[in-house]
T-cell receptor
């Protein structure tokens, strides 16, 4: 089956620093990747949609200059949280789509900003 | 845009009994409705999905029904087991290229 790898699984960083999260589709080419943020006991909130080779489409209220998304190849998308602050602490999850809306999720990254 | 409402937020069911989770959607053009199961700290896992040209779909103990007229769809889990305890999310999507909008989730507890 489709496998999506996400790294790191957890990260602790100091306030003001940047963190990069990688999302890879291991056995298929992902035409589209999605990035979600999930706060404790809440639903998945879509942050942005990225298509390979083009700029990401951000959801309303998500700062594109703070959450940088790069989708340089059909198997890799990265999310960089720039100048992270404690309120950015959350569970970030990516998902990958290979032409049909049966999205496969990555294992998630728990970000803690101290 | 699409809005997905999910009820209940929490559901406790005796082991062996059935559980039903209900969702409604706002955009009549939505045509794909997946259900995800998420265990604590883990990724969401697709458990079943249904498209708008089908009214019901079943996979062993799990079934989903769709009422396009009323714009609601439901997840049915029969003969519940302890491993069914998790958070379940319904979702809706307009088409194959569109984003998936999630409901707020239902925390299902299977009581021994």
């Amino acid at each position: 089956g489709a496998v999506v790898s996400q790294h790191p699984s957890w990260v602790i960083c100091k306030s003001g620093t940047s963190v990069k999260i990688e999302c890879r589709s291991l056995d298929f080419q992902a035409t589209t990747m999605f990035w979600y943020r999930q706060f404790p006991k809440q639903s998945l909130m879509l942050m942005a949609t990225s298509n390979e080779g083009s700029k990401a489409t951000y959801e309303q209220g998500v700062e594109k200059d703070k959450f940088l998304i790069n989708h340089a190849s059909l198997t890799l998308s990265t999310l960089t949280v720039t100048s992270a602050h404690p309120e950015d602490s959350s569970f970030y999850i990516c998902s990958a789509r290979a032409g049909a809306p049966r999205d496969t999720f990555g294992s998630g990254t728990r970000l803690t900003v101290v | 845009g699409e809005n997905v409402e999910q009820h209940p937020s929490t559901l406790s069911v005796q082991e062996g009994d059935s559980a039903v989770i209900k969702c409604t959607y706002s955009d009549s053009a939505s045509n794909y409705f997946p259900w995800y199961k998420q265990e604590l700290g883990k990724r969401p896992q697709l458990i079943i999905d249904i498209r708008s040209n089908v009214g019901e779909k079943k996979d062993q103990r799990i079934a989903v029904t769709l009422n396009k007229t009323a714009k609601h769809f439901s997840l049915h889990i029969t003969e519940t087991q302890p491993e069914d305890s998790a958070v379940y999310f319904c979702a809706a999507s307009l088409n194959r290229d569109d984003k998936i909008i999630f409901g707020k989730g239902t925390r299902l507890h299977i009581l021994p």
